[in-house]
């Protein structure tokens, strides 16, 4: 199968990895939810050589994905299993960090909602969940752009934009904590949540 391509994904590699070095150092094993392409993964992997990086998607993105992936020739770089946030248990390893980008606002509220709990449930004490994508704070839209863009999501059936109260909401009182909201480019923000 071809690989597929995300312009966006090569936009917003450089910005992102910059925080995961931050935030994943000493890390040891992540899980990506909804790979993709499977841009991402082939890109930071390499960058971040002390941890193992374990895509994952749903079937149908798989052999995109591993074909990203026998380009990037990367010992610690793990081809997808499948995971389908609703329909797919949690895989059975342990991981101390998680790392989805572009997810909360494509996948249904109840999804979403059941993804913050299963990571809430997972992570270790002092793991840490990274979560990229465009988000509203406090009910407003960061842009008129991000805003034509959720209302056009959920003409296509998607779930559209979750709010970071309401992420912040599905996961209280389960030690999962939001540390960090910090500004991205193209009007994206970078979520960092650590389990206490
Ligand atoms: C917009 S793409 C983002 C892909 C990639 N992370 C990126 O930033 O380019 C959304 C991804 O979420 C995945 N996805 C949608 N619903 C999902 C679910 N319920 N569980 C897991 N992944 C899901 C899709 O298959 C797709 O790969």
Redesign the pocket.
């Known amino acids: 199968m071809q690989k597929r391509f995300?312009q966006?994904?090569e936009n917003?590699r450089l910005p992102i990895l910059t925080q995961l070095k931050i935030y994943l150092a000493g890390k040891q094993h992540l899980l990506?939810?909804?790979?993709?392409?499977g841009?991402?993964a082939s890109y930071f992997a390499p960058e971040l050589p002390h941890l193992i990086w374990q895509t994952?998607?749903?079937p149908?993105?798989h052999p995109g994905i591993n074909a990203w992936l026998a380009e990037a020739h990367c010992e610690t770089l793990r081809p997808p299993v499948a995971?389908?946030?609703?329909?797919?248990e949690w895989p059975e390893r342990l991981f101390d960090a998680v790392y989805?980008?572009?997810?909360a606002?494509?996948?249904?509220k109840e999804?979403i909602r059941l993804?913050m709990q299963l990571v809430a449930k997972h992570l270790p004490s002092g793991g840490v969940f990274c979560q990229?994508?465009p988000f509203t704070e406090q009910g407003q839209f960061s842009s008129d752009s991000n805003r034509a863009f959720h209302q056009q999501l959920i003409a296509q059936g998607y779930g559209g934009y979750r709010d970071i109260d309401e992420l912040k909401t599905w996961v209280q009182g389960q030690g999962l904590t939001l540390k960090e909201i910090i500004n991205m480019p193209a009007n994206n923000l970078m979520l960092v949540w650590v389990k206490v």
Request: glycine share 12%; charged share 15%; aromatic share 2%.
């Open positions: 995300s966006a994904c917003n990506e939810i909804g790979s993709g392409t841009q991402h994952s998607d749903v149908e993105n995971l389908c946030i609703g329909q797919d989805s980008a572009n997810t606002h494509i996948m249904q999804e993804l990229y994508g």
